[in-house]
């Protein structure tokens, strides 16, 4: 009979505990997979759409008028705002060095003050089609707007009006009605508190939008300002994607708790290794030492305990490994996370991240209960039969 014949008869029989041992420790592995299966999947998301699109800039009239804001409540302004178009020479100026800015693409929009249904907001018209282009993260519930004068809405207006796909706006009181083709998806940002019009071209710019492969603000006004004399002191340059900077940061925090939580559950497992084997050595004193007097030598009975710990180990990051699959299939197919993809998640390196950490765990917090067994006192284990 061989020794693992031997571990595995000896585990049916005590089929109770061992069941329980290896439910706790297979739960335990599958949150710590999940949890950073979820991690790197959406740090490999965030990187991939950095690296697909270029730097968002906003291209506005400088202005000393500020509004007074705290966490988007207006509360007063220092003076009141005048809607200043920028210059027509900048806008050339830009159109005619597009390499020098390192522009990708760009998108010039107007911005109007309107009333629509009677409430007030902000009318932006603009070629959607050149703005979806560069706002790669817009998700659309119907279709983009096609011809002059459709509209698509943000979220947020969208559900404080009512407002579906296909509805029928008034605008400023115009006769015609403008059709709704498209209400955008929650993104987080100022789209969704605002109305888009789709435009052909403008006859004033209040803002140039501006995808670029140079990577600061800075370089962008100093680039501008050596392209064309009027740009100086005349225009300010800021992110328009303010929340790729914030999510990324979400991300780095978000990483940071799986990480330790991940440790202390780690942790924690060889801790449980640890309890399980000892017990298991203080309750089988009688079993060891009757195989010491059959003739078992101290290091097959130190074999067969620590044999016995990675039979648990390694069925139970198998039944781990298969949990974790399920779970993140489960939260992709939810669409509650947002920039989850289950195809981004490193799933070979989890799998033999996962084996190997097992096993230095199983060899770590077996080790004593293993010396343990091996050093048990044949009288003294006969007597307790």
């Known amino acids: 009979m061989t020794l ?102 760009m998108s010039p929009s107007r911005i109007d003050v309107v009333k629509i249904n009677g409430t007030p907001s902000i009318l932006v018209s603009t070629d959607l089609r050149r703005e979806r282009e560069m706002k790669k993260w817009w998700e659309i519930e119907g279709e983009l ?32 009605l403008r059709r709704v083709r498209g209400v955008l998806r929650r993104t987080g940002r100022d789209d969704d508190r605002v109305v888009f019009a789709q435009t052909d071209g403008v006859d004033r710019v209040d803002l140039l939008l501006i995808e670029s492969t140079v990577s600061s603000p800075t370089a962008i006004v100093e680039i501008l300002e050596s392209i064309n004399p009027d740009a100086a002191g005349a225009t300010e340059v800021s992110i ?94 939810s669409g509650r996370l947002d920039g989850f993809v289950l195809s981004r998640v490193p799933l070979l390196r989890l799998f033999a991240a996962s084996w190997i950490l097992t096993t230095v765990a199983c060899v770590v917090a077996g080790l004593r209960p293993a010396l343990k067994a091996s050093g048990t006192d044949v009288v003294r284990g006969l007597r307790a039969l």
């Open 4 to 105: 693992l014949s031997v571990v595995l008869r000896l585990l049916r029989v005590r089929r109770g505990r061992t069941t329980l041992f290896l439910l706790t420790l297979t739960i335990s592995l599958s949150i710590i997979l999940t949890i950073n299966a979820v991690s790197l999947g959406m740090r490999a998301t965030f990187k991939a759409g950095t690296e697909t699109a270029g730097n968002l800039y906003a291209v506005t009239t400088r202005s000393d008028r500020r509004a007074l804001t705290y966490r988007g409540i207006v509360v007063g302004e220092t003076a009141r705002p005048e809607r200043v178009p920028l210059a027509e020479s900048v806008v050339r100026a830009v159109q005619r060095n597009t390499d020098v800015l390192g522009a990708l693409n």
């Open 145 to 176: 707007p096609r011809a002059a004068g459709e509209l698509l809405v943000g979220s947020s207006f969208a559900s404080e009006l009512g407002i579906a796909p296909g509805a029928s706006l008034s605008v400023d009181g115009e006769v015609r």
């Open 240 to 333: 328009a994607d303010a929340a790729s900077p914030l999510r990324y940061s979400f991300l780095e925090s978000f990483s940071r708790y799986a990480a330790l939580l991940s440790a202390v559950l780690a942790g924690l497992g060889v801790l449980l290794v640890y309890v399980f084997g000892i017990t298991s050595v203080h309750g089988r004193i009688s079993e060891f030492a009757t195989l010491k007097s059959m003739g078992y030598r101290r290091s097959k009975i130190a074999e067969m305990v620590a044999l016995e710990l990675f039979i648990f180990c390694l069925v139970a990051v198998v039944l781990a490994n298969v949990l974790m699959l399920a779970s993140v299939a489960i939260i992709e197919a």
